[in-house]
């Protein structure tokens, strides 16, 4: 159901090194690129993830209550990705574990604050 996410910067070439080398690790690659924007995926068909600066001009801001989870096949690779997004420069948002049965995460945002998550759901 859902086709892509956007996310905003107001430091894209930050961005892209980081989304490059996160959503490198999950078999992503960049799917289209222009001047404002970057988005990542591993086929056109499939849902993808974009880093834009806004369309208005005005500065990128954090959402409040907004996140997005990476479903990963495994609970090796929640701690991987969590592991590579703070070595990339992403601040933890709460450890890699289970937090209800069958339901393993770990939350962590991006250089520009914004909230992410890699879970596996088994």
């Not at 005005?58 to 969590?82: C, E, F, W, Y």
């Not at 890699?96 to 770990?106: A, C, K, M």
């Amino acid at each position: 159901m859902i086709g892509y996410v956007t996310l905003g910067t107001n430091n894209l070439p930050r961005a892209a090194v980081f989304y490059d080398a996160l959503l490198g690790e999950l078999g992503a690659r960049r799917l289209w690129e222009f001047d404002r924007g970057i988005a990542w995926g591993t086929a056109p068909d499939e849902p993808s993830l974009a880093i834009m600066t806004p369309f208005d001009g005005q500065p990128a801001t954090v959402g409040n209550g907004v996140m997005v989870g990476l479903q990963v096949s495994s609970r090796a690779l929640v701690d991987k990705i969590h592991a590579r997004a703070l070595e990339l420069g992403g601040s933890d948002e709460g450890p890699t574990g289970p937090r209800s049965e069958g339901f393993y995460v770990g939350y962590f945002r991006d250089p520009e604050g914004n909230k992410l998550c890699a879970y596996c759901a088994n």
